[in-house]
């Protein structure tokens, strides 16, 4: 199994010392050029992955203590960061939350998040679904500009009688190095343990669904979850699950792994080589 930790202005500078001093040909070059290429898709696309896990962690969390507060309340108390206001306005039955990261920026679970993300639902308690709205302003995740209004359609109870989330899928992400790449898709997220507890510290949710990512060079990615994601809220990454990966030159699975709380997974290209990945 091969090794491979996604630093990858580090890992292409070695590449291109690699290709410079073994003498190879032009065509053995391009052929490396383009394998390190895909690796650079690769880790933005999970990098994409992790801003749409926190992005669903705050609005299902928000909308969770925002319906289970005082309905005359325009401000509420909600498991963040004290350098995060929350502001949720209730004009009859029409419900506005802004979560403010402030200019500088607030550390949410080890990420450093900047800017608004505004929510907002129309309440009512008889009805089985609620479709929340929430978009992006002025909107940083680790330094990279993330662009997005998406919705979320939120059942109240599924098929195995849990609370479920299909996400709607439209962002677009630019990196300090004025990389950029965008997303569309659905996500379902069903809401497996922890619900009603009162804290979001115990919650697990299963996520399934498919996406493309489009890069700026014409490139496409299309993923598929295979086995679904499980999401352990204290933990920086799915924890186990996979997903189908589909592009021009390689395909393959991503795998996260048995369980563990940890940032290793594995991609299986279709060949059958297996890479062994360190997360950031």
């Known amino acids: 199994m091969k090794n491979l930790r996604f630093y990858l202005n580090t890992s292409m500078a070695l590449l291109f010392i690699l290709i410079t001093a073994s003498g190879c040909t032009e065509d053995d070059a391009v ?6 290429q895909d690796m650079v898709e690769m880790s933005r696309a999970t990098e994409m992955d992790n801003i749409d ?11 969770q203590q925002q319906e289970s507060s005082n309905a005359d309340r325009s401000v509420y108390n909600n498991q963040l960061p004290d350098c995060v206001t929350i502001t949720a306005v209730v004009a009859q039955n029409n419900v506005s939350v802004t979560l403010d990261f402030g ?40 330094a990279k500009n993330v662009i997005a209004t998406r919705t979320i359609l939120r059942e109240r109870f599924n098929e195995h009688n849990n609370p479920q989330f299909t996400h709607t ?12 790449a965008s997303r569309s898709g659905e996500k379902v997220r069903e809401w497996i343990e922890g619900f009603g507890s009162g804290t979001f510290e115990d919650n697990v949710f299963l996520i399934t669904g498919f996406w493309n990512t489009t890069f700026v060079n014409g490139n496409s990615h299309n993923y598929e979850v295979t086995l679904p994601l499980r999401r352990e809220v204290t933990c920086a990454h799915f924890v186990s699950g996979s ?38």
């Open 243 to 280: 997903f189908s990966v589909a592009r021009t030159n390689f395909g393959g699975v991503f795998d996260f792994g048995d369980g563990s709380c940890d940032n290793q997974a594995t991609f299986t290209f279709n060949n059958g080589e297996v890479v062994q990945i360190t997360l950031n």
């Open 103 to 142: 200019d500088e920026g607030c550390l949410v679970n080890g990420n450093l998040i900047r800017g608004q993300l505004l929510m907002t639902y129309e309440r009512n308690p008889e009805m089985m679904q609620v479709l929340i709205t929430y978009n992006l302003v002025d909107f940083y995740f680790n």
């Open 169 to 180: 899928l439209d962002m677009t992400v630019i990196w300090p190095t004025g990389a950029q």
């Open 31 to 36: 052929v490396v050029n383009d394998q390190s």
């Open 53 to 63: 896990m926190v992005l669903g962690d705050l609005v299902v969390n928000s909308f």
